[in-house]
């Protein structure tokens, strides 16, 4: 079986400050991993993803994310966020032939 | 860039009603999900199929049926609709039964029963 925790429900920032999302995993074989982003009223779209090579993986809009096999994780990263980020994010981990996804991490950032 | 198409954006239904919820995706992928999407839940598998006539319960499937008669159409049934399938439907797609590619999604089906 596979699973996602996401570490955070709701994260506030201020415009230009730097965001971690964290993402943990469990499951027993070679994973492939996702960020999603979902902004108001709009559909799920692939943020990065990792499933082998370079365990730091560069998205679209200037995210990144570190895959750490020994901690099975998979953090999200923004060195510096805009008004125009705030959305809701998940992670997901694919295995078994389907992807699973975390609770989601509601990322509310203020001009 | 592929296109999945849910037909209806806002649902309401009774309870006891069957209710069809549609998906329709334009290129000729292998795969394809249901999803319900509730708040602090995250996303759940409901049923997925590989093929044409084929589907494969995923990790909610009581009270849900699915449809394949089409590669490019699957179709997620309530047969008796309840309060609590209430909840954000999202229907999904992927080339290959690998999860190397991702998924690409619809926009969303809101599904309210009263």
């Known amino acids: 079986a596979q699973s996602v925790s996401q570490h955070n429900h709701h994260v506030i920032l201020s415009e230009a400050a730097s965001l971690e999302l964290g993402c943990n995993y469990s499951?027993?074989?070679?994973?492939?991993l996702f960020w999603y982003v979902q902004y108001p009223g709009q559909h799920l779209q692939l943020l990065l993803k990792?499933?082998?090579?370079?365990?730091l993986v560069k998205g679209i809009k200037g995210f990144e994310a570190e895959f750490i096999k020994s901690k099975f994780s998979f953090n999200l990263r923004k060195p510096s966020v805009q008004w125009s980020d705030t959305a809701e994010y998940f992670c997901?981990?694919?295995?078994?032939?389907?992807?699973?996804f975390g609770a989601g991490t509601t990322v509310t950032v203020r001009a | 860039d592929v296109k999945v198409t849910q037909s209806s954006r806002y649902l309401v239904k009774r309870t006891g009603e069957k209710v069809f919820l549609e998906c329709v995706q334009d290129?000729?992928?292998?795969?394809m999900f249901w999803y319900r999407q509730d708040p602090g839940l995250g996303l759940r598998l409901i049923y997925f199929s590989y093929d044409v006539k084929m589907k494969e319960k995923g990790d909610i499937p009581e009270g849900y049926s699915v449809s394949r008669e089409k590669k490019e159409r699957f179709s997620l049934i309530l047969e008796s609709a309840s309060t609590n399938q209430t909840s954000m439907y999202l229907c999904?797609?992927?080339?290959?039964?690998?999860?190397?590619?991702?998924?690409?999604f619809g926009s969303g089906t809101r599904l309210t029963v009263v």
């Open positions: 999904a797609s992927s080339p290959t039964p690998t999860t190397n590619y991702g998924y690409t």
């Open positions: 499951y027993g074989g070679t994973v492939n």
């Open positions: 997901a981990v694919g295995g078994d032939y389907k992807l699973s």
């Open positions: 290129m000729d992928h292998e795969n």
């Open positions: 990792y499933f082998s090579g370079d365990p």
